[in-house]
């Protein structure tokens, strides 16, 4: 096991404000990841460099034509081909960041930060850091003053994961926290009992960590579950009914459908983001508490040996990822890190003072 943290840096009324609120201002900086859309709508995402270009079949642009630019300037490449360019916002970022482990979706990322009540100042923790997607949602909410305690049990995830926080920042957070281990054997050694306000788990089978969960969080702290599949949804309700520690759990999933809007012909788009994953919570109950459950009839709930057989890792449809792809996102994931810093070096520190106020309230495609 190995524990990796930031250390945090003392605050004061003149400190660098909020972090990442800085270089998400300003004119576009050499280093920064800029978001071009042409005119039939095409997007495509660059890293801006000194001397850069960027080639197609219509045209080349000059990266200069865009440094030093306001975000939402319209430029025009060599060809007469006219691009929009602003930052990527969240959702594009999340889904065209290097990755190694599937990413949790922008719909769903919004759904746990909301539903378990995500608030600022937070004591988080998080297993498993996957590609770190989820884990900027959750260091956007908790702000500076909270704390997201990530737990991986592989070092080639922790390392994209890492590589994507520090591009989305501008550099580490000093919020964030990251122990390689597993969940279930750490947790309750390096978390103190009571402690922790939320848990998030997006791992195979997170019935396996409701002890050590129960444990570490505090009475009416919230528990969330991202799970793939009914069957791990069903054992986690049915888990969670069993500890005896948590209220009645609440399951659900979310879906969301664009709409063709251009005059009267207003429809609903052919496609869709359907399932990609389902939620379920609870809430920790006072110690010696009795959980209350509405009364149901009478039905089997005993596992059989061939019901445990469907909740492996290969029947659940768990996909071994290639090292190879593995150190690719890594590198991939460290170089655009390395870009976000060099453009966030470039911002002057006395001016982000200034043009920061001083309270910090949280505002938060393939």
Known sequence: MTEQSHERPETTQSAVPVRGAANRRGPLRVGERVQLTDDSGRITTITLAEGGEYHTHRGVLAHQELIGAPEGTVVTNSGGIQFQALRPLLKDFVLSMPRG???????????????????????????????????????????????V????????????????????FGGPHPAWQLTLGDLAEELTRVEEAGSVDRVVLDMLAPWECLDAVA????????????????????????????????????ASETMVRGWHVEGLAVRPDHRMVAHTGFLIQ?????????????????????????DLQAWTPVALGERIVSDRKLRRAGRDATNLAEQAAKATAQI???SRRENTPQSTEDTSHE
């Open 101 to 147: 482990a599937a990413v949790v979706y922008p719909k769903d990322a919004g759904q746990i930060v909301t539903m378990a009540d995500i608030f600022p100042g937070a004591r988080v923790v998080e297993a498993g850091v996957g590609s770190g997607a989820l884990s900027i949602s959750l260091l956007r909410a908790v702000g500076d003053e909270g704390t």
């Open 149 to 168: 305690h990530s737990f991986e049990r592989r070092e080639e995830f922790a390392d994209i994961a890492r590589g994507n926080i520090e591009t989305m």
């Open 215 to 250: 444990h570490v969080l505090a009475p009416g702290g919230v528990v969330i579950c991202y799970v793939a599949t009914v069957t791990q949804l069903s054992r986690v309700a049915e888990a969670m009914r069993a500890d005896g520690r948590y209220t009645e759990p609440e």
């Open 282 to 306: 609870s809430r920790k109950l006072a110690e010696g508490a009795v959980r209350l459950a509405p009364k149901r009839r009478a039905s089997k709930s005993d596992y059989t040996e061939e």
């Open 348 to 350: 002057d520190p006395d």
